[in-house]
C-alpha cells in the first residue's frame, strides 16, 4: 500500500445517500453505490476526475439506480457481486468474498457481508472499509434477506479486522441512530461529546460521516451483542449473542 492514505469525498445523493468517491491515483477516482447519475456526474466533470471503477455493494435502487449511465458516460467498470450478478446493472467484473482487484496502485479486498440482503458485498482498500448497507454509524441495516444469525456473523467479521481506521457507510443514519443508542443506554456518560459533536455537524449541514472503527466498537449496539455490560444493561444477560442481536434490531426497528 501506499504512504499516503486515499483521499474519499462523499457526494450526497436522494434524501440521505452518500456516494462515496476515493481518488485512486492521480487524476482517477472510484464511486461506490452511486443511486443517482446527475449529481455524481456532476462532482466527476467538475473535479476533471477519470472515473475507472463503479463499485456496487448491493442491489437495491438507491445504491445503483445511477451505475449504468455513469458506466457508458465515463467509461467506468462496474464491480458487484457475482451471486447477485442477475439483480445488479450489468458487471464488467463479478467478485466474491476474499477477491482482491486492483484499482490503479490501491489494492481493494472484497468480503460478502449477507443480512441486510443475502448478496452484499463491502469493500476494504487500506484503511478505509465501504459497508454499504451492513454497518451504520451507530447502527446497521434492516435484515430485508438474511437472518439476525447471518447479520450478527457478518458484523463480528468486521468487527474482527485489524487496521480499519475509516469506515464509509452509504446513508446519513447517525442522528436517528444516535437516539436510538441514548434509550437503550442513557446512563453512559461517553455518549455526551458524541451526541453534542453529531448535532453540530448536522445542524452546520455537514456530514457525520465517514465514522471510525474504534468509535463503533465503542457505541455500536450492533456490535456489542456478546458485550456483557451492554448486554446486562438491556436486560438481556444469559442469552446468546445471537438473539440479543436479533432483539435489539426488533427494538430498532420499532424505534
Ligand atoms: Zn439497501
Same mark, same amino acid.
Given at each position: 500500500?501506499?504512504?499516503?492514505? %486515499? ?6 445523493v436522494g434524501a440521505d445517500n ?17 443511486g443517482d ?25 438507491d ?22 450478478? &442477475? ?18 496502485? !490501491? ?24 459497508? &454499504? ?29 485489524? &487496521? ?40 452546520? &449541514?455537514?456530514?457525520?460521516? %465517514? ?11 450492533? !456490535? ?32
Amino acid at each position: 500500500m501506499p504512504a499516503t492514505t %486515499p483521499v474519499v469525498y462523499p457526494i450526497p445523493v436522494g434524501a440521505d445517500n452518500y456516494v462515496w468517491l476515493m481518488e485512486t491515483a492521480a487524476g482517477d477516482a472510484v464511486i461506490f453505490d452511486p443511486g443517482d447519475f446527475a449529481p455524481v456526474a456532476d462532482v466527476l466533470q467538475r473535479s476533471r476526475l477519470n472515473l475507472t471503477h463503479i463499485l456496487i455493494t448491493h442491489h437495491h435502487h438507491d445504491h445503483t439506480d445511477g451505475v449504468t449511465a455513469l458506466a457508458r458516460h465515463f467509461g467506468a467498470r462496474v464491480i458487484g457481486h457475482a451471486r447477485d450478478a &442477475g439483480r445488479l446493472p450489468p458487471l464488467d467484473l463479478a467478485v466474491g468474498d476474499g477477491d482482491a482487484i486492483p484499482l490503479g496502485p !490501491l489494492n481493494c479486498e472484497v468480503m460478502a457481508t449477507p443480512g441486510h440482503t443475502l448478496g452484499h458485498v463491502v469493500y476494504r482498500i487500506g484503511d478505509a472499509l465501504f459497508t &454499504g448497507d451492513t454497518l451504520f454509524s451507530l447502527g446497521c441495516g434492516r435484515l430485508f434477506e438474511g437472518t439476525a444469525e447471518m447479520m450478527w456473523d457478518s458484523l463480528r467479521r468486521l468487527r474482527a479486522l485489524s &487496521g480499519i481506521g475509516r469506515v464509509f457507510p452509504a446513508h446519513e443514519y447517525t442522528l436517528a441512530n444516535l437516539g436510538f443508542v441514548l434509550k437503550l443506554e442513557p446512563e453512559r456518560e461517553d455518549l455526551a461529546s458524541l451526541k453534542w459533536w453529531v448535532h453540530e455537524q448536522i445542524d452546520q &449541514g455537514k456530514p457525520t460521516l %465517514p465514522t471510525t472503527m474504534e468509535r463503533e466498537l465503542q457505541f455500536n449496539p450492533f !456490535l456489542r451483542a456478546d458485550d456483557p455490560d451492554f448486554v446486562q444493561r438491556i436486560g438481556m444477560t444469559g442469552n446468546t449473542a445471537v438473539a440479543v442481536f436479533a432483539h435489539v434490531r426488533t427494538m430498532r426497528n420499532h424505534h
